[in-house]
Structure formats: structure tokens, C-alpha cells
């Protein structure tokens, strides 16, 4: 499956929906965003934790890399206060 990867000068995210990160079961942590049916993982902890559960699970990812100068990311609320 592939999933985009949006960066920006400081930090980087992995968009997924939020209903795959209920399914594979994983705990994000304060410093991911969400907007809507869509999770911002980052990049630090969240997206590795995110990959090592789809490779558990034998589900493969192909990453779209996509640099934003000003990404609005940073403007949606951070998981846990949705």
C-alpha cells in the first residue's frame, strides 16, 4: 500500500487513516496530528511504530515523499485531543 510522507524544514509525518491505526492497535503519542479520518504519524516514534506493525501483520509500504515549505500539519489538532 502506499502512503504519503509529507516533510517540511523541521520534522517529517506519515498520513494514514485512522481507522487503519485502530486496526493494527498501535499508541501514538501527543506529538502526531490528526484532521478528520486521517492520522499524521510522526516521524521520530509513531511512523516506526506504524511500519513495524504492518510488517507484522506481512503488509508492505511504499512511501510518497512530499516536501512542503509551510505544511498546515502543524495547525491540526495533536492526537488525544480529537
Known sequence: MKYRFIED???GWLEVGRAEVERLGISVSSYSYIR???VYLE???DMGAFMQAKKAAGETIELDRVYQEHTPIRNYKRWGQA
Open 43 to 45: 516521524e521520530d516514534c
Open 9 to 11: 524544514q523541521g520534522h
Open 36 to 38: 478528520g479520518d486521517k
